[in-house]
Nanobody, 128 residues
Framework: QVQLVESGGGLVQPGGSLRLSCAASGFTFDYYAIGWFRQVPGKEREGVSCITDNGRYTYYGDSVEGRFTISRDNGKDTVYLQMNNLEPEDTAVYYC?????????????????????WGQGTQVTVSS
């Protein structure tokens, strides 16, 4: 059974940091790129970041570029999203997703249709 499970969300003050984890199972992890998305009620799911199968190439959305860092440990079948200098606008449910292929194709990586499996999400709230 293909599965992705996010963890690490929570409440943090503006300017703070969080690290999200996405644990994968049920498939050959290092064959696939993995992405992070976020969504707030009433808005479309927003592509945040993507990392290729071997971790050599990454993509970031404009709103998080320079503040978030994606990484992966293929030995642990896990992808991470390090989020620094968090802002209230970063408040959302964060999802990881398995890309249909091994490579993140620039801004096309931000399209939900490029992914075929999703986790259940983890809530991130940035508030004082």
């Amino acid at each position: 059974q293909v599965q992705l499970v996010e963890s690490g969300g929570g409440l943090v003050q503006p300017g703070g940091s969080l690290r999200l984890s996405c644990a994968a199972s049920g498939f050959t992890f290092d064959y696939y790129a993995i992405g992070w998305f976020r969504q707030v009620p009433g808005k479309e799911r927003e592509g945040v970041s993507c990392i290729t199968d071997n971790g050599r190439y990454t993509y970031y959305g404009d709103s998080v570029e320079g503040r978030f860092t994606i990484s992966r440990d293929n030995g642990k079948d896990t992808v991470y999203l390090q989020m620094n200098n968090l802002e209230p606008e970063d408040t959302a449910v964060y999802y990881c997703a398995r890309h249909r292929g091994s490579y993140c194709e620039g801004s096309r990586s931000a399209r939900p249709a490029a992914y075929d499996t999703w986790g259940q999400g983890t809530q991130v709230t940035v508030s004082s």
